[in-house]
């Protein structure tokens, strides 16, 4: 068994920085891709940064430049720092893991809580 748990929302100002964190414990075996994805109300979940195993990573549009993702493979944590916040990244912000568990093994695709993130002065 796999878990995520994310940290790291809260409110900020628009302009400011926020970072975030999402930890994965339990039977892994190996961790592939780790990505963030946010959903804002009344709108689709969409992909904000993605980060493989090698340490490519891929960003939305939206957010290049200011947000980054980053990994601790160590630790099997994931980060992204966030900053000149904007008033349009107000979502709730979930973490996405492609986990091989066991033994025995198993493929798993997991996603953390979410945490939200408010963007307001």
């Known amino acids: 068994q796999v878990q995520l748990v994310e940290s790291g929302g809260g409110l900020v100002q628009p302009g400011g920085s926020l970072r975030l964190s999402c930890a994965a414990s339990g039977s892994i075996f190996s961790i592939n891709a780790m990505g963030w994805y946010r959903q804002a109300p009344g709108k689709q979940r969409e992909l904000v940064a993605r980060?493989?195993?090698?340490?490519?990573?891929n960003y939305a549009d939206s957010v290049k430049g200011r947000f980054t993702i980053s990994r601790d493979n160590a630790e099997n944590t994931v980060y992204l720092q966030m900053n000149s916040l904007k008033p349009e990244d107000t979502a709730v912000y979930y973490c996405n893991v492609a986990v091989m568990s066991g033994p025995p093994y198993r493929y798993l695709e997991l996603w953390g809580q979410g945490t939200l993130v408010t963007v307001s002065s």
């Open positions: 980060i493989t195993n090698s340490g490519s990573t």
